[in-house]
């Protein structure tokens, strides 16, 4: 009954430091989302994948990188954090079913609050 | 450029009733969301509007009008447990999700 889950739940990176965010789904989807919620603002897509070995850009995906080598994992990259990058992620994933209204129904994990100094 | 507003936050009292309005301005329209988060946790779906009308789900509707590029969500009988950020989300022509902010619903005694 685990859905999505994230981990580190927490971390404090200094600036110039390096980390990597998992994200694990057990509900054999194939769509997997990576986002970012700042305090005043929508939630932002950094980067998606629409199925194993696939990735692509969403809308704030400088400084970022991710990789999805098996279907259950997303995987969300800073290779060097900045003060910018201060917030909270959040990873989705959706099934690919024929009602449109599956097309919107995200599940999310917990989220991870990241604190770039 | 595309957008979704909708008011930073609204205070009701418990056993009543609230509307949260949400307009939008997009490229394209596939459908549109309501999420509830409650604070320090995750969004999670509520409900699902494609065509003009209201959609029904226990104490909580959703209505849509496609020509107005509008949407409220209507909570009634509200309960203390209600008092969470509700999401309006709207999918556009590439299937993607565009987020508006969120409503901070504060529910009184």
């Known amino acids: 009954n685990a859905g999505v889950t994230q981990t580190p739940k927490f971390r404090v990176l200094k600036t110039g430091q390096s980390m990597t965010l998992l994200c694990a789904q057990d509900m054999n989807h194939e769509y997997m989302y990576w986002y970012r919620q700042d305090p005043g603002m929508g939630l932002r897509l950094i980067h998606y994948s629409v199925g194993e070995g696939t990735t692509a850009k969403g809308e704030v995906p400088d400084g970022y990188n991710v990789s999805r080598l098996k279907k259950q994992n997303f995987l969300l990259g800073l290779e060097s954090a900045a003060p910018s990058q201060t917030s909270v992620y959040f990873c989705a994933s959706k099934n690919v079913g024929l009602a449109l209204e599956n097309a919107g129904e995200l599940f999310f994990g917990e989220g991870s609050r990241l604190t770039v100094l | 450029g595309q957008n979704i507003d909708q008011p930073t936050e609204m205070t009701a009292t418990e056993g009543a009733i609230v509307q949260i309005n949400c307009t939008y301005q997009?490229?394209?329209?596939?459908?549109l969301f309501w999420y509830q988060q409650h604070a320090g946790e995750a969004p999670t779906f509520l409900s699902y509007?494609?065509l003009d009308g209201l959609e029904e789900k226990g104490r909580f509707s959703s209505f849509l009008s496609r020509s107005k590029g509008y949407s409220y969500l209507l909570l009634k009988e509200l309960q203390m447990k209600d008092s969470a950020s509700y999401l309006c989300a709207v999918m556009d022509s590439n299937y993607q999700l565009i987020w508006g902010a969120g409503t901070k619903l504060i529910i009184k005694p």
């Open positions: 997009t490229s394209g329209f596939n459908g």
């Open positions: 509007n494609v």
